[in-house]
C-alpha cells in the first residue's frame, strides 16, 4: 500500500487493485534499521545554558554567522549582533599570511515582533577574497571586538574535491547540542553545511518569543561563525501569527539570515542557487508559491538550463519538504511540489535531494513518478537511473521529538529509513564519484549508520542502488 500512497490521491482505487495484485512484489523494499533509540523526551536546553552564554563585554558581537555571498564563493556574508547599541556595522578581514587588515562595511536592521524588540543586526558582505585562503575577520570594531575565521573554497571546477555537511531540523534541544557536536568531531570534516530549513523553533514559545531566535543564534556561533552554513527556509520560519498581529511571513527570518539570492538572478531570498567546489546547488522553498507562473516557477525553469556539468557536475537541491517520505508524519506534504517539478529533476539528471521536515532519517533508491497522465494509471514510482537520491535529514533534534511511526510495508523507493537524530556528510571526491554517509547521535563520532557511494548521474550514470529491484 505505502509504494502507491505516495501517488495522486486519483489512484487510491487503482492502488487498491493493484494491491490484490501485486501483493507479494511489494516486501521486496529497502531497510527499516534495528536500531531502536532509547526514547527520551526532546527538551530544550534552558536559558542559563552554556551554549547560550552572552559574550562578555559591552556590547560584544554575539550570534556570529557567515554563508557565501556571491554565486561562485569569492564573497562572504558576515551577520551578528550588537545588544547595547548598533556600534559599527565594519567588518576588518585579513588572509592569514597579510599583515594588512582590510574593511568592508556593512548596515544594521532591527526589528519588532509582537512586544519583542531585536538587537542590532548586522550584516556585511566581503567580496573579491581569494579562493583556497585561510581569512581572519573581527566584528565588533570600536567596543569589544571578537575574531573568528573561514576557509575560502577552492575555485570552481569539474573534479575539485569538497566536502558538505547536512543538517535539518536542528532547533536547540540537548540533542540538538549532540547533533552539532557530532558534525564537529566526525571525522568526514565538513567544510560547508547545506541546512534544510527549521532553524530555531522559537515559533513553538507564547507568542513565538523571539529570544529563543537570539539563544539559537548563540548556539550555532561555534560552527557557523567559522563555515558556511547554506540556508533553506523551512515552515518554521513563517513565523506567521496573525492572532498577535504578525502577518508577515519570515520576519525574524529574513532579518537574521541572509542568503546571495540576487547573484542567481533570484528576486526573493527564498529561491537562489550557489556553486561551490564541483557543487552546484539549487535551493527551492516549500513555502513560497510554486506553481506555474510564480516567480520561483519562472526562475527554476531559467535556471535549470545553466548548469553546465561540465564545470560543476554535482547538481544538488535544498528544499524542507520532503518528495518522498515514507513516515506517518507530513505525509504528501511535499506532493504538490513533487508533480510541479519532478519531470525537471529527471531531464536535468539532479544527483541528490536533500529535505528535512520529517523528524528522522530516510534515504530512497532512484526513483521517478512522472509518467502520470490523469488517464493512464501510471502513478508508481519507479527505478529510475536519471532521477535523484532523496534524503529526508530531518533529524538535527528539535524540540518537537522524533518521528517514529512509519507505513507499513515499507514502500519500494525507500532504500533505508530510522528514526533517530544525526546528521550526514556528502564528501565529492571528483566529477564521477562522490562517498554519502548519515551518523546517529547515539554512537561514536566514527560511526556510519548509512553509507554509500554516489555515481555522478551525468559523468558517470552506473547503478549506485542498494536494495534489490522487485
Ligand atoms: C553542548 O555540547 C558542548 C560540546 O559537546 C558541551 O561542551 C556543552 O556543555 C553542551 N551543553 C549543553 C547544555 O548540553
Ligand atoms: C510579552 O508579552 C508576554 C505576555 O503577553 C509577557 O509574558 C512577556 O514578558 C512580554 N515580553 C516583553 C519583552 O515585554
Ligand atoms: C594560508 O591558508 C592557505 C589555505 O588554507 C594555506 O594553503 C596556506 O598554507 C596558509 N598560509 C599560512 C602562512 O598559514
Ligand atoms: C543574471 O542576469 C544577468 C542579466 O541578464 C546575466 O548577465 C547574468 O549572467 C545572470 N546571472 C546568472 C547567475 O544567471
Ligand atoms: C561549460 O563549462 C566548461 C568548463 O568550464 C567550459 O569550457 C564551457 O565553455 C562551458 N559551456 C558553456 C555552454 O558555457
Ligand atoms: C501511526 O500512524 C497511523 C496513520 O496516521 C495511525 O493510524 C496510527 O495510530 C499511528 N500509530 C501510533 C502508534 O501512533
Ligand atoms: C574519482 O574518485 C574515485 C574515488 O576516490 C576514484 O576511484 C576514481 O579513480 C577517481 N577518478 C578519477 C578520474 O580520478
Ligand atoms: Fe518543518
Request: glycine share 6%; hydrophobic share 35%; proline share 6%.
Amino acid at each position: 500500500m505505502g509504494v502507491r500512497r505516495t501517488s495522486f490521491l486519483g489512484c487510491f482505487i487503482l492502488a487498491v487493485l493493484g494491491l490484490i495484485i501485486s501483493a507479494p512484489i511489494l516486501c521486496r523494499g529497502g531497510t527499516t534499521s534495528s536500531f531502536v533509540r532509547k526514547v527520551e523526551k526532546t527538551i530544550d536546553m534552558p536559558m542559563d545554558s552554556d551554549v547560550f552564554s552572552v559574550p562578555p563585554g559591552y556590547n560584544a558581537p554575539q550570534q556570529v554567522h557567515i554563508t557565501q555571498g556571491d554565486h561562485v564563493g569569492k564573497a562572504m556574508i558576515v551577520s551578528w549582533v550588537t545588544m547595547d547599541e548598533p556600534g559599527s556595522s565594519t567588518v576588518l578581514y585579513w588572509s592569514n599570511n597579510s599583515k594588512q587588515k582590510n574593511k568592508a562595511t556593512g548596515a544594521v536592521t532591527t526589528y519588532r515582533f509582537y512586544n519583542y524588540t531585536s538587537g542590532y543586526i548586522h550584516h556585511c558582505i566581503i567580496k573579491h577574497l581569494k579562493f583556497n585562503t585561510k581569512y581572519y575577520y573581527e566584528v565588533g570594531i570600536g567596543h569589544n571586538p571578537r575574531t573568528f575565521w573561514f576557509v575560502t573554497p577552492p575555485q570552481v571546477g569539474p573534479d575539485v574535491p569538497y566536502t558538505f555537511g547536512l543538517i535539518g531540523d536542528l532547533g536547540q534541544s540537548f540533542d540538538s547540542n549532540r547533533t552539532l557536536t557530532h558534525y564537529e568531531l566526525n571525522p568526514i570534516k565538513g567544510q560547508t553545511v547545506l541546512f534544510v530549513g527549521d532553524l530555531s523553533y522559537a515559533d513553538n514559545y507564547p507568542n513565538h518569543d523571539n529570544t529563543r531566535w537570539d539563544t539559537w543564534g548563540r548556539f550555532v556561533e561555534r560552527s557557523v561563525a567559522y563555515q558556511p552554513w547554506i540556508w533553506t527556509t523551512g515552515n518554521h520560519e513563517i513565523d506567521f501569527a496573525p492572532e498577535i498581529g504578525e502577518t508577515k511571513p519570515f520576519k525574524p527570518y529574513t532579518h537574521r539570515y541572509r542568503v546571495p539570492y540576487k547573484s542567481s538572478n533570484s528576486t526573493a531570498p527564498f529561491w537562489y542557487s550557489i556553486k561551490r567546489a564541483s557543487a552546484y546547488i539549487i535551493v527551492l522553498s516549500s513555502y513560497s508559491a510554486y506553481g506555474m507562473y510564480t516567480p520561483q516557477y519562472q526562475w527554476l525553469y531559467e535556471e535549470l538550463p545553466k548548469v553546465n556539468r561540465s564545470e560543476t557536475p554535482w547538481l544538488i537541491v535544498l528544499l524542507h519538504s520532503p518528495w518522498y517520505n515514507s513516515y506517518n508524519y507530513h505525509y504528501m506534504e511535499g506532493e504538490t511540489m513533487r508533480v510541479m517539478y519532478e519531470p525537471w529533476f529527471v531531464q536535468y539528471k539532479v544527483d541528490v535531494v536533500f529535505a528535512g521536515h520529517v523528524h528522522a532519517y530516510e534515504r530512497s533508491e532512484r526513483v521517478s513518478n512522472v509518467a502520470y497522465n490523469i488517464v493512464n494509471g501510471k502513478c508508481t514510482p519507479v527505478r529510475d537511473q536519471s532521477a535523484p537520491i532523496y534524503i529526508t535529514i530531518g533529524d538535527g533534534g528539535n524540540i518537537e521529538g522524533l518521528a517514529n511511526n512509519m507505513t507499513e510495508p515499507q514502500p519500494e523507493y525507500s532504500a533505508f529509513r530510522e528514526p533517530s537524530f544525526g546528521h550526514a556528510t556528502l564528501d565529492i571526491k571528483n566529477r564521477t564519484h562522490a562517498y554519502y554517509s548519515w551518523h546517529r547521535n547515539q554512537e561514536g563520532y566514527v560511526v556510519e549508520a548509512d553509507k554509500l557511494r554516489l555515481y555522478n548521474r551525468f559523468w558517470h550514470p552506473v547503478d549506485d542502488s542498494t536494495t534489490a529491484k522487485s
